[in-house]
Nanobody, 122 residues
Framework: QVQLVESGGGLVQAGGSLRLSCAAS????????MGWFRQAPGKEREFVAA????????RYADSVKGRFTISRDNAKNTVDLQMNTLTTEDTAVYYC???????????????WGQGTQVTVTS
C-alpha cells in the first residue's frame, strides 16, 4: 500500500503560481496512475488532473486546462502539479491519489494523501 504526502500549498495572490508535490513511499510508485483532486469548503471533491504510470498520458479538468500541468518522476517517486494563473476559484484543499487507471473518478483511487491547503487571494 503506497503512502502519499503532499506539500507546496500556501497563500498566493490571484494570477500567481504554486507548485504542489506529492511524495510516495511504501509501494512501487511506477505501478500507479496518479491523480490530483481538490475540495473547497462546502463542495464535493473534484477532479483536477491525472497522469498515467509512465507519464505518457495526462488528463485535466476543463477548469484547469491550459493553466495546470501534472508531471511525475518515477525515479524520485513524486508527482507534481504546477499551477499557474491562479484564481480565487482554485482555493481548496488539494489531494493526490494513487490508482490503477488514469481517470477522473475519485472512486478509482484507493490511496490518498492528507491534503495541502491552497488559498488564492484577490
Amino acid at each position: 500500500q503506497v503512502q502519499l504526502v503532499e506539500s507546496g500549498g500556501g497563500l498566493v495572490q490571484a494570477g500567481g503560481s504554486l507548485r504542489l508535490s506529492c511524495a510516495a513511499s511504501g509501494g512501487t510508485f511506477s505501478r500507479y496512475s496518479m491523480g490530483w483532486f481538490r475540495q473547497a469548503p462546502g463542495k464535493e471533491r473534484e477532479f483536477v488532473a491525472a497522469i498515467s504510470r509512465d507519464g505518457g498520458s495526462t488528463r485535466y479538468a476543463d477548469s484547469v486546462k491550459g493553466r495546470f500541468t501534472i508531471s511525475r518522476d518515477n525515479a524520485k517517486n513524486t508527482v507534481d502539479l504546477q499551477m499557474n494563473t491562479l484564481t480565487t476559484e482554485d482555493t481548496a484543499v488539494y489531494y493526490c491519489a494513487a490508482g490503477w487507471v488514469i481517470t477522473n473518478l475519485p472512486t478509482a483511487y484507493g490511496n490518498w494523501g492528507q491534503g495541502t491547503q491552497v488559498t488564492v487571494t484577490s
